[in-house]
């Protein structure tokens, strides 16, 4: 009020300054609009804050829209447009989306003459069977199971594995299904046997799939036990999958270990044509020895000295510790890098010229073959010399080992354990 009384007496004061006329006219009107907008407004100035630091490192002072313009009497409140906020990931490619699996899988006997047919014969065949044009079912490939059926679209899949009796008994199939993911567990000490009140042994499959059911909530698709370590008789680690994932901790008759999920992705198949680590149906290279690794001839009637087709080492290329296959580390599938496996070839080159030269040496130095009729049996006479008192002397002579046999020596495993070494050494990118 001390304000607005000082502001009054001022007004008034100037006023009487003008006393007629249009100036007296217009200092009543001004008067008046300075009463009109003090009674408008004093509950809706606000005195402007002191900046603070987040308000000035903001861009702006404290009480400021974020236009920076201060608040107004006469001016209409500006409507603010909601700001986006800034993701980190920005600039980003956004991952795409997981693939729908096509395929169906046909199971077949292990016997099956299907097995032996190829491609195009099933694809034509499932197409006149089902009704529909060959272009919907592009692709049919061979698996460890019998065969996978790839279709354009889920419909034509779904309508397959529908009318699979139609076009199923003529390839002697066993089941046909479409895939589906499969969520493991392992659930680790658990009883190896289980009694009743009165000792009687249970059932144990059907015990364990309620009490699966039981704790997690879920039907399993599939239990079954673990090799048991023989340090532990008494317990054994059960494998549950489900088709859905579990959504909280739990564990099996109160004295197993809480179940963990198993995430392991296979290791890739060997390609039986050319010996690289790739699916078969999809290799175009040209075929290669299993024993040399050169092209043109089989395994069958190759006479050469073994050596690697990935490694360069003196072994055949399905050896099961060549140091180029893939190995799974920390539950991840590793390859070689270009740098680790022209490093492995290079030492396979080494161990298999050194090889080589092992066979050169003792070929040459086999002695030249003797001639039966003069020595019968393999009897060598040996006369005493003049001068001495040894009567003839027969030995029988001892075959020289064979190069086969010498190569299969220790010397031999300790150049594939350098050759695996020699991996460990190389440097990562």
């Known amino acids: 009020m001390t304000v607005f009384r000082a502001f009054c007496e001022s007004f008034e004061q100037t006023a009487k300054q003008f ?153 002697g199939v066993t089941n046909v299904e479409i895939s589906q993911r499969w969520y493991t567990y392992a659930v680790a000490n658990c009883p190896h046997t289980l009694t009743d009140l009165y000792g009687k042994e249970l059932d144990y499959e059907a015990a364990a ?46 004295s197993s270990r809480l179940a963990r999920y198993v995430e392991r992705s296979s290791l890739p198949s060997q390609c039986d044509k050319c010996w690289d680590f790739h699916a078969q149906h999809t290799c175009d290279r040209q075929a290669s020895c299993k024993r040399c690794g050169r092209r043109g001839h089989d395994a069958e009637i190759c006479v050469a000295l073994e050596r690697c087709a990935n490694c360069l080492g003196p072994h055949a290329a399905d050896f099961a510790k060549c140091p180029a296959r893939p190995k799974r580390s920390h539950g991840v599938i590793r390859r070689l890098t270009r740098e680790e496996k022209s490093r492995v070839r290079e030492l396979g080159a080494q161990l298999s010229a050194q090889r080589k030269e092992q066979y050169e040496s003792v070929e040459r130095s086999e002695p030249p073959a003797r001639d039966d009729a003069l020595t019968p049996g393999g009897i060598t006479e040996r006369t005493a010399t003049p001068g001495s008192d040894r009567r003839a002397v027969s030995e029988p002579t001892q075959p020289n080992p064979r190069p086969q046999a010498l190569l299969k020596t220790t010397a031999s495993r300790l150049n594939l354990k350098m050759l695996r070494h020699g991996v460990a050494a190389s440097p990562r990118p």
Request: charged content about 20%; proline content about 11%.
């Open 19 to 171: 006393t007629s006329g249009l100036e007296h006219s217009f200092a009543e009107h001004f008067s008046n609009r300075f009463l009109d907008l003090w009674r408008q407004t004093p509950s809706d100035l606000r005195l402007a804050p002191a900046p603070t630091y987040s308000s000035v490192a903001a861009g702006r002072t404290a009480g400021q829209p974020p236009g920076g313009h201060a608040p107004t009497v006469a001016a209409a409140p500006q409507q603010q447009e909601p700001q986006q906020p800034i993701s980190r990931l920005q600039g980003r490619p956004i991952p795409a989306p997981p693939k729908e699996d096509l395929r169906v899988f046909v199971r077949l006997p292990a016997e099956a003459p299907a097995r032996d047919h190829n491609s195009y014969a099933i694809r034509t065949h499932v197409a006149a069977k089902v009704g529909i044009g060959l272009h919907q079912v592009p692709a049919a490939f061979k698996v460890n199971s019998g065969w996978a059926i790839r279709t354009t679209d889920a419909t034509i899949r779904d309508l397959i594995v529908q009318r699979q009796s139609e076009w199923s008994e003529d390839l």
């Open 209 to 254: 799939r309620d009490e699966i059911a039981c704790q997690t909530g879920l039907t399993p698709i599939r239990v079954r036990s673990a090799r048991r370590k023989p340090n532990e008789p008494l317990t054994c680690t059960l494998i549950v999958s489900f088709l859905e994932p579990t959504h909280k901790p739990w564990r099996l008759f109160g």
